[in-house]
């Protein structure tokens, strides 16, 4: 079964502290997708990659960062913490096989910055 | 750019009353639209599809979506609502950008309450 897993369910961290959100995927996708979920917001893409090293901005971009160094895994960096980026964060990956192949998410991981 | 806009952020159904959830989207006919659903502590998971050409599409656990190009609507329906079907669902459209135009923009989503 494929399977996209998030490193941490819960997490708690300061403001100012760097904070990293690990995904990992099992389908040897080419591309990862990193989203925030907030109520009556919808998904709102962060960043994405289509292949290793690369990656470029989703829609809210500010105040993160991306790394992508192998196929299977890629990092969501928040540098410095601030409240208002208290949300939940979804990783999601997809074929390239053909145009709008399905994504598939991890469980999301709901980060609190006090 | 393409959007969609889900028209009631909760809705509440008795269990086996029928389940309407709205999706409008904006412009130009897009060439795939999405519904996915999200279980309580669970990631998406896609629940159907639509390519063009078939209007009526069916998915997962007994849903099925319309599109109506004269409404802009891709509204989602299930005849008989289930507890089990309580959940957030989100329609989604691409948005013509990424390598394979495979990015998605999402509605605001819908929280489905089942009532006993």
């Known amino acids: 079964d494929v399977k996209v897993t998030q490193s941490s369910r819960y997490l708690v961290k300061r403001t100012g502290e760097k904070v990293f959100l690990e995904c990992v995927q099992d389908?040897?996708?080419?591309?990862m997708f990193w989203y925030r979920q907030d109520p009556g917001l919808g998904l709102r893409l962060i960043y994405f990659?289509?292949?290793?090293?690369?990656?470029e901005k989703g829609d809210i971009p500010e105040g993160y960062s991306v790394s992508r160094e192998k196929k299977e895994r890629f990092s969501l960096i928040l540098e410095s913490a601030s409240t208002n980026q208290t949300s939940m964060y979804l990783c999601?990956?997809?074929?390239?096989?053909?145009?709008?192949?399905?994504?598939?998410f991890g469980s999301g991981t709901q980060l609190s910055v006090l | 750019a393409q959007s969609v806009t889900q028209l009631g952020s909760h809705v509440s159904v008795s269990e086996g009353a029928l389940v309407l959830l709205r999706c409008n989207y904006s412009?130009?006919?897009?060439?795939?639209l999405f519904w996915y659903v999200q279980y309580p502590n669970q990631g998406l998971q896609l629940l159907l599809k639509?390519?063009?050409?078939?209007?009526l599409v069916k998915g997962i656990n007994g849903f099925e979506a319309e599109f109506k190009k004269s409404e802009t609507s891709f509204h989602l329906t299930k005849p008989s609502a289930h507890m089990s079907d309580a959940a957030e669902y989100f329609c989604?459209?691409?948005?013509?950008?990424?390598?394979?135009?495979?990015?998605?923009?999402f509605g605001g989503g819908t929280r489905l309450m089942v009532k006993p």
């Open positions: 639509y390519t063009t050409g078939a209007t």
């Open positions: 412009s130009s006919v897009p060439p795939y």
């Open positions: 989604a459209v691409p948005n013509g950008r990424g390598n394979a135009g495979n990015m998605l923009t």
């Open positions: 990659s289509y292949d290793v090293k690369m990656k």
């Open positions: 999601a990956s997809s074929s390239s096989g053909g145009s709008n192949e399905k994504l598939f």
């Open positions: 389908m040897d996708h080419e591309n």
